[in-house]
């Protein structure tokens, strides 16, 4: 998936409601391992888009 055209604030509200979502699923005991898993690895290309992001503009710090 290309999240080149996304804006932050979209990275990061995707990135977030997607793990409520995460949490809402476990409480109520739906828990489809598939789309679990799906949804963690959309959750973590999204915080590794982020990161990125924010190491490219912000040189003085190489990581976070």
Request: aromatic share 6%; glycine share 2%.
């Amino acid at each position: 998936m290309d999240f080149e055209a996304v804006s932050d604030k979209h990275i990061h509200d995707l990135e977030r409601t997607i793990g409520e979502l995460i949490a809402l699923m476990r409480k109520a005991k739906l828990q489809d391992e598939t789309l679990t898993v799906t949804l963690r690895e959309l959750q973590q290309k999204l915080e590794k888009t982020r990161h990125d992001r924010f190491d490219s503009k912000n040189t003085e710090f190489h990581t976070y």
